[in-house]
Nanobody
């Protein structure tokens, strides 16, 4: 599956930003979707994941209560709404897809089938 992320940019601390990712796939519901991020000099880390139906979500502790992941299966799109942004949220954000037959935790653990190209989010202090 090919993934195209967009929506990154520059925002001040405390602000909000939304990123999205469109999947080029016949049946979007065949995939669980997630977001990861990689800050300069750091390893890529899990951010959020959503089940094929959108009914289940999972978040990293660092973003819980501030970020919301959602998906629109009619548009083959997954979203990440980021509120109360902090400078430490600065990173390249990557969308990811994994087969829906696997538990959501599989994607959370980084077992990803496809990666998007990444979109840069910069939070200024």
């Amino acid at each position: 599956v090919q993934l195209q992320a967009s929506g990154g940019g520059l925002v001040q601390a405390g602000g909000s930003l939304s990123v999205s990712c469109v999947a080029s796939v016949r049946t979007f519901e065949d995939y669980v979707m997630g977001w990861f991020r990689q800050a300069p000099g750091k390893e890529r880390e899990f951010v959020a994941a959503v089940s094929w139906s959108g009914g289940s979500t999972y978040y990293a502790d660092s973003v819980k209560g501030r970020f919301t992941i959602s998906r629109d299966n009619a548009k083959n799109t997954v979203y990440l709404q980021m509120n109360s942004l902090k400078p430490e949220d600065t990173a390249v954000y990557y969308c990811a897809a994994a087969a829906a037959q696997e538990p959501l935790i599989t994607l959370v653990r980084g077992q990803v089938q496809s990666w998007g190209q990444g979109t840069l989010v910069t939070v200024s202090s």
